[in-house]
């Protein structure tokens, strides 16, 4: 018999449908439930293509006699973390501060009032590797709730005064400056791992917002080494077996230092941030491998995670048929098998080995630099790169035969408009139509569906033909403003400026609290929770202060408006000394911060949009990494924001208007003295 989540619109919810456990959805009738009965609570939060949450609702969700006993003692409630990231962000913080660690799935247990007081995150079925098990945990813990009520008092006081403290606004702790952003870059490279990219330890995450940092402030500063922090990690992880060598796309974090063992589950979010980070790099460096392997990247959104409608999925399972990674390994005889005659030139880039690298099977990767391959093998660059290509087509279309892992195809706002304005950054600079549209038909779905008359976004569709539901978050009201605003670039199509004016402002109605000058992550009509969750940090995605200040910023240029980069100084400042000291924590506000002290390097671009003129105006635009560009076109109509006021054709010519700090060069018709104008800009940052 289902239970109650056999409803629900999340794909992570119904796949706990068949559960013993009598699960409630999030919702007033478990806590009503819990307040009749004086029950506790056990929260379970975790996602679809989290592998550990699969293993512990296999061994204990899915086990009669352990959901016997939850359903005996708790109110047990389950959460998709993405749906819900306000209560997944209250809880984590609470089970943060209890046992120092966190992670999915996450296991809180509240009282009826919501209010936490033991927490944790995978418990084993069974007492095993110094883990007590699950059954033996929540008896503990249901235990201390009926015969340790003044311990139960205590941790809830403390847990409520950790929630109190952290939603009140702090004072300037530091100018936010050229000092603070160099120092903040320092503490990056004492970290930066000079063998093996990316930043030292393990497991190793992309922190792919860390790196487009570094990025920019080797744009701003020409520190090679910031360069090449950047460019070095992003090539290690295109050669690792984080990055899928024969379909594309990133998985979500690497088990090992070397790149090599992936938690194979591959988000949406994650592969936003790096095909963005991968178009600028190029414009930087105009690598080829950083090209080849960010478009595979989209091509593998489009082929694997683009919708009926449009939209994006959110994640792919890491197992298939109940094994973690076996959709994506191949044994040396599989390959024999598949390639034949490429084979041997197959095993020798991609190093399969008999014995394999992982559990008898071999993770694709590429140990050695490509042209040491093709030097060792007698072959020419070219004829490599041709022969394994020809193999990894070969190698992906025998891989569609087997069982593919499971694809949660919930439509989330803010990380759909991640990654649309990814895609919108590279049809621009690569001029490609096909990427263009996906973008475009992407940007589309998001205003014809989870935007409302008031300018509102929804978080959450689901599936193709399944109904919208939550109210969204500042990410996604902030993303998708900022998505819109990248699609007004790449189409030169005023309306998308409109409609993302529409976005932003009402994100600052009610998602800005005048009293405190905070951004909070839940709007000011949202459920009431213990606490408003005010998120500065980022995480696996950028804070949605930080999409909010650079939204604000954004249109304060467009708008002529210098109040904008105060506004966003002094909200910056609270944060001066954290930005300094613990700048993987907050890579997108660094990489947002020049921005409001220096300003934009604006262009206004007049002219028909689709005129061979006009367009070799926007390639000029597009041909170079300028990190701070606000980018604005039109007709010549109305002006909708005051950088397009009084602008017009030059003797009915395209024409273009670069300004910075609100002073504007002389008008250009010639994408070569454009060029010249945009690398005088960037010299005199």
């Known amino acids: 018999m289902p239970n109650r989540l056999a409803t ?4 992570y919810l119904r796949q706990h449908a068949e559960n013993p456990v009598d699960w409630y959805p999030w919702g007033a009738d478990a806590f009503e439930r819990a307040r009749a009965e004086q029950r506790p609570i056990l929260l379970s939060v975790g996602y679809a293509a989290c592998h ?7 061994e204990s969700f899915e086990d009669t006699d352990t959901a016997a006993l939850m359903n005996a003692l708790f109110v047990n409630v389950k959460v998709d973390r ?6 997944d962000a209250i809880y984590m913080q609470a089970v943060q501060a209890l046992t120092g660690r966190g992670g999915w799935p996450m296991t809180v247990v509240l009282t009826p009032d919501g209010t936490p007081y033991w927490g944790g995150t995978y418990f084993p079925k069974v007492d095993g590797h110094g883990m007590p098990s699950f059954t033996r945990v929540i008896q503990a813990v249901a235990n201390a709730y009926r015969e340790q009520p003044d311990a139960i008092a205590r941790t809830t006081d403390a847990m409520r005064a950790l929630y109190a403290s952290s939603s009140r606004p702090a004072g300037p702790t530091g100018p936010v400056d050229a000092a603070l952003l160099e120092g903040a870059f320092r503490q990056l490279a004492r970290r930066y791992d000079r063998a093996l990219g990316g930043f030292t330890g393990a497991p190793k995450f992309p922190q792919t917002m860390a790196l487009d940092f570094c990025l920019r402030w080797y744009t701003r500063s020409g520190d090679p080494t910031a360069l090449e922090i950047a460019h070095r990690s992003f090539i290690a992880m295109g050669r690792g077996g984080l990055c899928d060598q024969i379909g594309g796309g990133f998985a979500r974090y690497s088990t090992d230092a070397e790149w090599l063992v992936p938690h194979f589950e591959k988000m949406l979010y994650d592969n936003a941030l790096l095909v963005r980070l991968g178009v600028h790099l190029w414009q930087v460096t105009r690598d080829g491998e950083v090209r080849r392997i960010t478009e595979a990247t989209i091509h593998w959104l489009g082929r694997e995670m683009t919708l009926a409608h449009g939209g994006f999925a959110s994640s792919l399972d890491a197992d298939s048929e109940g094994v973690e990674g076996k959709f994506y390994v191949w044994t040396a005889p599989e390959l024999d098998a598949v390639l034949g005659d490429d084979a041997a030139v197959a095993r020798a880039y991609w190093r399969v080995q008999s014995g394999g690298n992982f559990e008898g099977h071999s993770i694709l990767h590429v140990p050695v630099a490509p042209e040491l391959v093709a030097a060792r093998l007698g072959m020419t660059n070219d004829r490599l790169r041709t022969t394994i290509d020809a193999a990894a087509r070969t190698l992906l279309a025998a891989r569609e035969r087997r069982v593919r892992p499971g694809l949660d195809d919930k439509v989330l706002a803010g990380w759909n408009a991640l ?3 990814a895609l919108s950054d590279a049809a621009r600079v690569w001029r490609d139509p096909s990427v263009r549209a996906l973008a475009v038909r992407n940007a589309e779905l998001l205003r014809d569906r989870l935007v409302n008359a008031d300018g509102r976004v929804t978080r959450v569709l689901s599936g193709t033909e399944g109904p919208c539901a939550g109210p969204g978050f500042l990410e996604d009201q902030a993303a998708v403003a900022l998505a819109f605003l990248s699609i007004h670039e790449v189409t030169l199509d005023p309306t998308w400026l409109h409609q993302a004016r529409r976005v932003a402002d009402a994100m600052t109605r009610h998602f800005f609290d005048l009293a405190t000058q905070s951004w909070f992550d839940t709007p000011d009509d949202a459920e009431p929770l213990i606490a408003r969750p005010r998120d500065l940090n980022d995480h696996a995605t950028p804070a949605g202060a930080s999409l909010a200040l650079e939204v604000v910023l954004r249109f304060g240029e467009l708008d002529g408006n210098p109040s904008a980069r105060e506004q966003a100084l002094t909200q910056m400042t609270p944060l001066a000394e954290a930005m300094g000291k613990w700048p993987n924590a907050f890579g997108y506000l660094l990489g947002l911060a020049p921005l409001a002290i220096d300003g934009a390097v604006a262009v206004a ?21 300028v990190p701070t560009l606000v980018l604005v076109s039109s007709q010549g109509e109305t002006a909708p924001v005051a950088l397009l006021e009084g602008r017009r054709a030059m003797d009915g010519t395209a024409t273009a ?13 010639d994408a070569a003295t454009l060029l010249q104008q945009l690398a005088t800009s960037l010299a005199a940052t």
């Open 82 to 87: 993405e749906e819900r990231p306000d209560v």
């Open 605 to 625: 671009l007049i002219g028909e949009p689709d005129s061979t003129a006009l367009q070799a105006l926007a390639a000029a635009v597009a041909d170079r990494y």
């Open 8 to 11: 629900e619109s999340s794909p």
């Open 52 to 58: 550990w949450c699969h293993v512990m609702a296999h």
């Open 419 to 421: 990654m649309t304005r």
């Open 657 to 669: 208007y670069m300004c910075t700090n609100f002073r504007c060069e002389m008008p250009v018709t």
